[in-house]
């Protein structure tokens, strides 16, 4: 099994709803990530988890939270979002701690849309 | 000096012909060069990587250059098929203490003709 899987696969919301977008692996993989993309930009990195510790915090608004309850599970819960945060929400995963660098997997997306 | 830059930013190629994306990047201490093939509506998915001990490496229709003194790396689709139109992210990171930050390039986006 080497798929990280996210759900959903679609979100809208409006600006007061409070969601939340799940990310999921079952390789053993050891550190897991928060990207998010707009439409034909590169993938840009939020945060970081590894050893399920948030490790990196790349100056997120906090209306976005992270949450890491297990190993294999990622969270990112949603609050107060504005327009300009619709986007593709890709998490992903690598087999070595954060630090030691490696392949990353990504999953297929949250198509997020904030009205 | 953290920047990864990519060209063309948009590329057509006939059937069988060869697609050609260039990437440079300054930070020295990268020393992982991966490329990522993306299609619509879906996540990044790893082509191809390269560590700077080697110049080339191949697997199938897929081939990194990499040139360190001039800080360039390259990726050659050979062949090219109507099925490899997507689009595709050059990145570069460090191999340890980076956190896994991948730096990506622009994009390419690559369209094979019939």
């Known amino acids: 099994d080497t798929e990280v899987t996210q759900t959903p696969k679609h979100l809208v919301m409006g600006m007061t709803n409070k969601k939340s977008l799940k990310c999921e692996q079952h390789m053993g993989h050891r550190a897991m990530y928060w990207y998010k993309q707009k439409a034909k930009k590169p993938p840009e990195l939020m945060f970081v988890y590894s050893y399920e510790k948030l490790s990196i915090n790349e100056s997120v608004p906090s209306r976005f939270s992270p949450e890491c309850p297990n190993s294999s599970l990622l969270n990112l819960h949603l609050h107060a979002l504005q327009p300009e945060d619709s986007a593709l929400y890709l998490c992903?995963?690598?087999?070595?701690?954060?630090?030691?660098?490696?392949?990353?997997?990504f999953g297929e997306g949250s198509r997020l849309t904030v009205l | 000096q953290q920047q990864v830059k990519q060209s063309p930013q948009s590329l057509i190629v006939q059937k069988g012909g060869i697609s050609i994306i260039n990437c440079a990047y300054e930070n020295t201490a990268f020393d992982y060069f991966p490329w990522y093939q993306q299609f619509p509506g879906k996540g990044p998915a790893l082509l191809i990587a390269?560590?700077?001990?080697?110049s080339e490496k191949k697997e199938g229709r897929f081939t990194i250059s990499f040139n360190k003194s001039a800080k360039q790396f390259s990726l050659h689709i050979m062949d090219s098929q109507p099925g490899d139109s997507a689009t595709y992210f050059c990145a570069a990171s460090p191999h340890t203490g980076g956190g896994n930050k991948l730096t990506f390039g622009t994009g390419t986006q690559l369209k094979v003709e019939l």
């Open positions: 390269i560590r700077p001990d080697v």
């Open positions: 992903a995963s690598s087999p070595r701690a954060a630090f030691e660098g490696g392949e990353l997997f």
